[in-house]
Nanobody, 121 residues
């Protein structure tokens, strides 16, 4: 059973930075992209960023210019560098494995356990 293990969440002041990591226990042959989602209390889960195996990236408008998604294929690891954090970035962040089709990202059944990010002074 493939596992996605996240790390790097925590409490940070507004304007600060955090880096999230998502390590897959093994390669997942059926996927061609990875994504980071977040879910704030009372809100739907939203796709924040995604990256293909070839390195193509896409971001939600709310995080463009502040967040950067990257991957290390040799380590089966995806990262989310979050800079200039705002209180509205507070959420549980989830790593996802999926597929990109027609320009849209479709998550598979493989999800991380979630890591809490809290932006507060």
């Amino acid at each position: 059973q493939v596992q996605l293990v996240e790390s790097g969440g925590g409490l940070v002041q507004p304007g600060g930075s955090l880096r999230l990591s998502c390590a897959a226990s093994e390669s997942i042959g059926s996927i061609n992209a990875m994504g980071w989602y977040r879910q704030a209390p009372g809100k739907q889960r939203e796709l924040v960023a995604r990256i293909t195996t070839g390195g193509s990236t896409n971001y939600a408008d709310s995080v463009k210019g502040r967040f950067t998604i990257s991957r290390d294929n040799a380590k089966n690891t995806v990262y989310l560098q979050m800079n200039s954090l705002k209180p509205e970035d507070t959420a549980v962040y989830y790593c996802s494995a999926g597929r990109l089709r027609g320009g849209f990202y479709f998550p598979s059944d493989y999800w991380g356990q979630g890591t809490q990010v809290t932006v507060s002074s």
